[in-house]
């Protein structure tokens, strides 16, 4: 997020029980927890749809089926006291193990090596309390389908 240059990313909804997938991510400067669904900058010469199987092949070791395009959104957003500008575009998608619903926390590895946690949260019952969902506008996207 040092240059001045728009990030294109894809993240993929995953649901499941009235749930979606999100990664837990912290701002060191803000002192606040947020979420995140799965996903990553896109390569050049790479679609969006290939950057969902690749993140999640990567950090996951998951296979991702049933890909959908639900809309793109762009995020001008503050980290670590850095202003960040992305094109995000958004799918709904499905694990084709099935067997990773059933898990309360699931572990990952970004590509940098660095662990993380993905939780799945009630987009709606947990709006008021849970810390912020990202990008801005992902929530009313989804509550819109």
């Keep these: 997020m040092t ?5 294109p990313i894809a993240i993929c909804v995953f649901r499941h029980d009235g749930r979606i997938l999100v990664a837990e ?7 606040q927890t947020f ?50 500008h992305e094109i995000v575009m958004v799918y709904d998608g499905a694990f084709a193990d099935r067997s990773l619903y059933d898990l309360p926390v699931i572990e990952g590895t970004e590509d940098d090596g660095i662990a993380f946690r993905a939780v799945w949260v009630h987009i709606e019952t947990d ?12 929530r009313e996207m989804l509550c819109e389908l």
């Design 35 to 84: 979420y995140r669904p799965l996903g990553g900058a896109i390569e050049f010469g790479e679609y969006s749809a290939a950057t969902i199987e690749r993140e999640l092949a990567e950090e996951l070791g998951a296979a991702v089926v049933d890909l959908r395009y639900l809309g793109a959104i762009e995020n001008v957003f503050t980290f670590g006291g850095q202003t960040g």
């Design 3 to 7: 240059s001045n240059k728009i990030r």
């Design 25 to 31: 991510g912290y701002d060191p400067i803000k002192r």
């Design 127 to 138: 709006a008021a309390t849970a810390p912020p969902l990202y990008p801005t506008g992902l």
